[in-house]
């Protein structure tokens, strides 16, 4: 695909659901008594990659034009695929259902694309198999023999919330109480949807915990935009003269707004209207205007804030004055490819100034960006970050794969191109 430089971008949108919340709702909702409507459902290829693992274990999904509907049968309710569950490239979807399947009464394989064969599966299968859960390989394709679970207290060594959640879903089956303590808090949507639907869950610090639980209670699950999606459009904004684009309706859970505080850290004009709860989900109206921004430092507990973003804060840091310097990232070698390593390479092509590091990488602002022809990694944000750079960029550039921004956003360059002006 190739893509020209646009001057501006202009107006009031919505982005497609949020991916990590749209996982859980169909998740959670087949382990319902019941159903749950599920509305804003991310229709991206990786939350219709958990669709079809569900129905392969005998769930009824019904899927029309303005939501979904989970038939849920029960945490006991369901039953042995006659195939390997395929998660497509979805590394969500593979860790979570390792949770859920641990602690079934049969057996399944479970596989994903060439991205996900090579994502480290350890972190899970580590401490599922201390609650008792038998898994063979480290790497996908996955064995899995259902087990009788117990409960334990986890000491986490990663900032995942993948690992978190595939050990509370584990823990809706085992005995007593199960105990995650995280090293830096990740995104705790979750912990919000188990105790909107009854759960015994409970948090305190960087600590949680889940009882076993008998029965989990469906209600309707109205699923705000990804900020993660919304990141794309808010750095454009940012770094596009006489811009201004204003995305409704976005969550801004703060486990997950680390972008907002870096922007507004590096003197980006942004504000944040209408703030109010959505299925126990924090939403507001962000817009964003150009302006002048200077270089940061990201690091920290600020990193599983924005471990998604990082790919777009990287477009950010190249147009702002000085040096931005990102660590405590390494995070990011272990997603869809590795980010550190593809942002590296890809924004190196185009004259911009950026060096990697153990940790994470330092960008600084850099003047006549040039075009150049872009490889994706098949990796949907580095997608939509090399589209933003290269709308940024003097002359023509083309993405080698630009179908992947599907996994999370499709209809990504229509919306984008629409506000071109
Ligand atoms: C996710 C957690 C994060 C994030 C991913 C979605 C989730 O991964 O990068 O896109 O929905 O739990 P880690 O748990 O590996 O940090």
Known sequence: MNIKKIRSLNGVIEVPGDKSISHRAVMLGA??????????????????????????????????????????????????????????????????????????????????????????????????????????????????????????????????????????????????????????????????????????????????????????????????????????????????????????????????????????????????TGEHTVSGEPVGDITVSSSKMHGTKISGPIIPRLIDEIPAIAVLAAFAEGETVISDARELKVKETNRIRAIVDEFTKCGVDITETEDGMIIRRTKNIKGADFKTYGDHRMAMSLAILAQNAEGESSLDDSRCVDVSFPGFFDLFYSLEN
Do not use: W
């Open 31 to 272: 382990l319902a008594d019941g159903d749950t409507e599920i509305y804003g459902f991310l229709k991206g290829a990786d939350c219709l990659a958990t669709i079809d693992c569900f129905r392969k274990m005998g769930i009824k999904i019904d899927e029309s034009e303005d939501r979904i509907i989970v038939h849920g049968k029960g945490l006991h309710g369901l039953r042995a695929p006659s195939e390997t569950l395929y998660t497509a490239n979805s590394g969500t979807t593979t860790r979570l259902l390792c949770g859920i399947l641990a602690g079934q009464g049969f057996d399944t394989q479970i596989t994903g694309d060439a991205s996900v064969q090579k994502r480290p599966m350890k972190r899970v299968i580590e401490p599922l198999s201390k609650m008792g859960a038998h898994i063979e390989g480290d790497f996908c394709p996955l064995r899995i023999t259902g087990s009788k679970l117990k409960s334990i207290t986890y000491d986490m060594t990663v900032a995942s919330a993948q690992v978190k959640t595939a050990i509370l879903l584990a823990g809706l089956y085992a005995d007593g109480t199960t105990t995650v303590n995280e090293i830096e808090k990740s995104r705790d949507h979750t912990e919000l949807m188990l105790s909107s639907m009854g759960a015994d869950i409970k948090t305190n610090g960087l600590s949680v915990s889940v009882s076993k639980c008998e029965k989990l209670t469906p209600h309707n699950i109205t699923v705000c935009g990804d900020i993660s999606s919304a990141a794309f459009f808010m750095v454009a904004a940012a770094v596009m003269p006489d811009s201004r684009v204003t995305i409704k309706n976005a969550g801004i859970n703060p486990t997950r707004s680390g972008i907002i505080d870096v922007m507004r850290e590096m003197g980006a004009d942004i504000t944040v």
